[in-house]
Nanobody, 118 residues
């Protein structure tokens, strides 16, 4: 059974940083493509960052240079380091393991609220 357990969200001031963690079980993150999504109220869920089994990383333009996705194979965990946060980053963040066709699977973390506000 696949489980993705997220942690690390919270309230941060503009310009601050947070790191989200996604601890996986039932899959091996090092041979999977993992992604971080976010969804703000009234908006569609969007892919923020992904990391392939090869280590290749992709980011949505709005977070390039500020966010970094990584993984710890020994801990079977994926991270999203978020720096220079701004109010536009306020969302619920979810991790996901992609299907072999490159699309998101039905396996989602529980969601982690990130609020950027002064």
């Amino acid at each position: 059974q696949v489980q993705l357990v997220e942690s690390g969200g919270g309230l941060v001031q503009p310009g601050g940083s947070l790191r989200l963690s996604c601890a996986a079980s039932g899959i091996i993150v090092s041979i999977s493509t993992m992604g971080w999504y976010r969804q703000a109220p009234g908006k569609q869920r969007e892919l923020v960052a992904s990391i392939a089994s090869s280590g290749a990383k992709n980011y949505v333009d709005s977070v390039k240079g500020r966010f970094a996705i990584s993984r710890d194979n020994a801990k079977n965990t994926v991270y999203l380091q978020m720096n220079s946060l701004n109010p536009g980053d306020t969302s619920v963040y979810y991790c996901n393991v992609f299907r072999v066709d490159g699309r998101p699977s039905d396996y989602w973390g529980q969601g982690n609220q990130v609020t950027v506000s002064s």
